[in-house]
């Protein structure tokens, strides 16, 4: 008592350790596992070892390197001497296995190895919970001793921490694989989806466009893409960004109208930490576009202010932080869109005209779709499938008549509009063909029954000319909506595939309602 330590017990504090520091750099489990056993039946001069790990979940023991192999064993986690540790903490020696009433034979019968003697100690974590038992088998000469099992539970802490640490690395790479695997799915069906293949039409003007994107994709000028609401400014910008080598990189959406002009230069060029009192550090849009594109949506109503920064951005390709020192260069490809005329602007003073030019390099102008009526037929075939493919429904088809129909109604909202009642259509569908009875409002009057229905209307009026039949239709169409959602602005502008603000001009206009 209170003399040194015996020679041996600090050759085996040693092993110890330096065991404890194999493990402590091996970071895969099963790689683990194998290394803690071997260097267990060395330190030990035992036959054999096993880590028997509990599945709390399942309520068993499992082990990989009890069979030597790598075979997976898995039991009751109440049965056999490492299922009695795991159980009750206890560390139990045992002298001769055969017998021990607790010995589970079961092992040996697949392996055909025999057990003569064995020493298990449960493993704990670091809240003191059993994660498992640790069992070392066949001591070399001999019985195991009571210095095996201190040896043993020694070993048996510093395994379940580098055990533990080991399983979550290995959940982590795991989560982490399974993320990457999902975000390249989604990357490729965002690809596809915005490839210019994604913009449906056969016809030249649809064509031009594509044709137009494609010989665009590889250069970084700016584009000015104009259009009515709904006829795909936002698709061509993305097909652009996603067909040009920037395509891994962000594509950022800026809508300038829903930016108040006192934030406008924040939102785009970012502040500094500290410009006033609680005031964080935030990045600009044009930072967060770097590498890739960023696409100022309607920027026609960009206030003159703003205009001004921008232009100045777009000449130097540097943009300066709200309350920053120095300039940040920016590698950042600009799109532009609007539904406004700015020509008509510029002679109103209220867009400038140099920046016009600079943002306008190329020009990609969308049709409206009473332009190009041909192609609605593909289009609502097109978003029908879509439909199915979506919501996992059986195919649907339209029928001759509908086409027709669809084809020629006037669409105010364009295409957006035109999807929309595709997807309205096809949810109200009862069979897989929908035909003229699934047709509701909006579109001419074909059959005869709408035909009265339609000559019963209010106020028939003379349509002296295609513009004015197109505004009188549009007129009822905005009228229809109203009536059937009960004036709730914001459903009628979904339904007829307007912006909110959009169905208030146009009801301005007709003098509708409001
Ligand atoms: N040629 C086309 N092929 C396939 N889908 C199209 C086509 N044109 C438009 N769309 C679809 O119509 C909808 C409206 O398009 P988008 O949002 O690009 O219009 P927009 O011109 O930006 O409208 P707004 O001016 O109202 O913002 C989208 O669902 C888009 O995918
Ligand atoms: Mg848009």
């Known amino acids: 008592m209170g003399s040194m330590p015996q020679p041996d017990v600090n050759e085996r504090l040693a092993a110890i350790l330096s065991i404890c520091q194999k493990m402590n750099s091996e970071r895969d489990l099963g790689a683990l596992l194998d290394l803690i056993a071997r260097e267990a039946t060395s330190l030990l001069d035992c036959d054999r070892a096993s880590i028997f790990l509990l599945d709390a979940e399942r309520n068993e023991l499992w082990s990989k390197v009890a069979l030597g192999s790598d075979e997976i064993l898995r039991f009751d986690a109440r049965r056999g001497i490492a299922g009695t540790t795991a159980l009750t903490g206890a560390t139990i020696n045992v002298r001769d296995a055969y017998s021990d009433p607790r010995f589970y034979t079961g092992i040996d019968d697949r392996t055909g190895y025999r057990t003569r003697n064995l020493l298990a100690v449960a493993m704990r974590n670091q809240h003191g919970e059993i994660v498992g038992a640790f069992e070392v088998l066949n001591k070399r000469v001999g019985v195991f001793t009571a210095r095996d099992e201190e040896s043993l539970a020694a070993l048996a802490s510093h395994a379940a921490g580098a055990i533990e640490t080991a399983q979550l690395i290995g959940e982590l790479k795991r989560n982490h694989e399974e993320l990457e695997e999902q975000n390249a799915h989604l990357r490729r069906e965002v690809e596809s989806r915005y490839s210019t293949h994604g913009i449906i039409g056969g016809g ?16 970084v000028v700016n584009v000015l893409i104009t259009g ?15 067909n040009s080598p920037r395509a891994k990189r962000p594509f950022v959406a800026l809508n300038c109208a829903a930016l108040p002009e006192t934030l406008a ?36 109503d960009l206030s003159l202010t703003a205009q001004a920064k921008m232009l100045r951005v777009l000449q130097e390709r540097v943009v ?24 008509a602007e510029i002679a109103k003073g209220t867009f400038r005209e140099d920046l016009y030019y600079r943002i306008k390099v190329i020009h990609i102008q969308t049709p409206p779709l009473r332009d190009i009526r041909e192609e609605i037929p593909l289009l609502a075939t097109h978003f029908l499938r879509e439909y199915c493919k979506e919501t996992s429904h059986a195919a649907l088809e339209f029928s001759p008549a509908v086409l027709r129909r669809l084809a020629s109604a006037p669409w105010p909202g364009n295409v957006r509009q035109l999807r929309n009642e595709v997807m309205r259509l096809a949810a109200c569908a009862r069979g897989s063909l929908i035909d003229e009875d ?11 029954r709408e035909r009265t229905a339609a000559a019963a209307a209010p106020a028939p009026v003379r349509l002296e000319s295609l513009k004015k039949a197109t505004e009188e239709l549009e007129r009822r169409m905005i009228a229809e909506a109203l009536l059937s959602t009960k004036n709730n602005q914001q459903q009628a502008a979904r339904i007829l595939g307007l912006s909110r603000q959009g169905l208030i001009n146009k009801m301005k206009r007709y003098s509708l309602g409001g």
């Open 204 to 219: 030249q003007r649809i064509q031009q466009v594509v044709r137009l994107i494609e010989r665009i994709r590889d250069s």
């Open 228 to 242: 009515e609401s709904g006829t795909g400014k936002e698709l061509v910008a993305k097909a652009i960004h996603y």
């Open 265 to 300: 230069e924040s939102e785009l060029f970012g502040i500094e930490k500290g410009v006033a009192t609680g005031v964080e550090k935030r990045v600009g849009h044009f930072e967060k576009a770097t590498g890739g594109t960023l696409f100022l949506d309607e920027i026609g």
């Open 320 to 343: 300066e932080r709200v309350g920053g020192r120095a300039p940040i260069a920016v590698d950042v490809r600009v799109l532009a869109a609007t539904n406004k005329d700015l020509e």
């Open 438 to 448: 699934d047709l509701l409002f909006g579109l001419p009057p074909s059959s005869a």
